[in-house]
């Protein structure tokens, strides 16, 4: 296998396209303590995200502030260009003030590198230009949407559900099957980039308790109806999954110098859903140390909680579980990014491979819904109070255990299948299959 050159990366040309970007030198530590700062306010809109469907504009604007949304962006666009340990412990601590804004945050920041990988130099210099340079796309799975062929592009049609991270997004990323006349065989599926501008968002679709949890997500429904897409923006969905398998790469890697935007989802999207839960966690194991240090034990000698072997016992056990969950998403950051520099230097990166770390994420989140359901139990029956933060963790947690990733059986198939060389139909379910 020949070694991947790369141009050098964190690099930006003079001709670039240049935008605004409020936060630019900020440190990957500095970065992070500005996501911590905002912790008061954004616990303290908790109630309105919730009926807003997604946090609130003064959040929004804090975050605008110093270039939060920036955090993957490409330097030739003025952005961060962070690695994904500082993404997704950015993504800990925004969901540690509240997972559902920490949800809407992450899906509409964290696709970056899919529209920095897989669109061409063209479509680039427009999207990381327009709207400030700010590029939130949310990214949904097939549903039935389609898209067909023309002249000059692809016309999409369709309406998907659960388009988490909306509420600020400039565009959207809906994977859509390739409708041929005449063609029989696997379906295939593609994913245009469109303008928030171009589509319809059903508002009253998210929020303001239509989920029993999660209700500031910005998981909002939106249709795509006769959506003319330039062949520029749009992107077969393979490459989402198997670009790491070949020395070319993608044009992300080769105009940007930088083996992230090899633009993977396999693995990457595990993680950015674990990192929520992990964020949702330590919400929990906040509130639950407020109430062993407020309140008292209902027997003698009637001291406060913390003092209780009885409540030390559960909170030690919580604490346990978030900071093994903590440490499974920054080890998966580690060796994620060891693969990608593995791939550097002429090793592929299968899809198998992406999916087989996943384990991480996967166990990750499955030991943070364990910490949020502990704390929940032993926090006593206020906990269970409606406006109670204990009640809105538990829920949060309990709306992603309803997500087809959280199905923790069909995860440990499909590792299983990966570690013995078996086929994982897993990666076949959207057009993830071998290339031909």
């Not at 911590?36 to 109630?47: C, H, N, S, V």
């Not at 409606?386 to 009640?391: A, Q, V, W």
């Not at 923790?408 to 071998?434: D, M, N, R, S, W």
């Amino acid at each position: 296998m020949s070694v991947v050159t790369a141009s050098k990366a964190n690099q930006q040309p003079s001709d670039a396209p240049r935008v605004h970007n409020p936060g630019a030198g900020l440190s990957p530590e500095a970065f992070i303590e500005k996501i911590i700062a905002l912790r008061p306010m954004i616990r303290d809109q908790q109630e309105a995200a919730d009926a807003n469907g997604g946090y609130v504009k003064e959040v929004h604007e804090a975050l605008l502030d110093f270039g939060a949304y920036f955090a993957l962006n490409p330097k030739r666009y003025n952005g961060h260009e962070f690695d994904v340990a500082t993404f997704l412990r950015a993504s800990i601590e925004m969901s540690r003030s509240d997972p559902g804004s920490g949800w809407c945050y992450t899906f509409a920041t964290g696709h970056v590198p899919m529209i920095a990988g897989h669109y061409p130099q063209e479509a680039q210099d427009e999207i990381f230009t327009r709207h400030g340079g700010l590029a939130l796309a949310p990214l949904r799975a097939p549903t039935g949407g389609t898209i067909r062929k023309v002249d000059g592009g692809y016309v999409c049609n369709g309406k998907w559900d659960w388009g988490s991270g909306m509420s600020y997004a400039t565009h959207v990323m809906p994977t859509a099957r390739l409708v041929e006349d005449g063609v029989a065989g696997p379906p295939t599926f593609f994913v245009p980039l469109i303008p928030i501008e171009n589509i319809t968002v059903l508002w009253d679709s998210w929020g303001n308790g239509n989920s029993m949890g999660l209700n500031a997500s910005g998981s909002h429904t939106f249709v795509v109806d006769n959506v003319f897409v330039p062949e520029n923006m749009c992107t077969p969905f393979q490459a989402f999954q198997r670009a790491g398998e070949s020395p070319e790469g993608t044009f992300g890697t080769r105009l940007h110098g930088n083996s992230l935007y090899l633009g993977l989802t396999t693995s990457y999207f595990t993680s950015t859903i674990a990192s929520v839960m992990v964020g949702c966690a330590w919400a929990a194991l906040d509130e639950f140390e407020h109430v062993l240090r407020t309140k008292k034990t209902i027997n003698p000698p009637f001291g406060y909680r913390m003092h209780s072997p009885d409540y030390q016992q559960p909170f030690g056990d919580a604490l346990m579980y978030a900071k093994a969950a903590d440490a499974c998403i920054m080890e998966y950051a580690r060796q994620y990014q060891k693969l990608l520099k593995d791939w550097e230097n002429g090793i592929p990166l299968t899809a198998e491979a992406d999916f087989a770390l996943g384990a991480l994420c996967t166990n990750a989140a499955r030991l943070a819904s364990k910490s949020v359901e502990v704390a929940f139990y032993a926090g006593g029956s206020s906990s269970a109070m409606k406006g109670g933060r204990l009640n809105r963790y538990f829920r949060d947690m309990a709306t992603y255990r309803t997500h087809p990733i959280a199905q923790y059986h069909t995860a440990a198939i499909g590792f299983a299948q990966g570690y013995l060389g078996l086929p994982v139909p897993l990666l076949e379910t959207v057009g993830g299959g071998k290339r031909s």
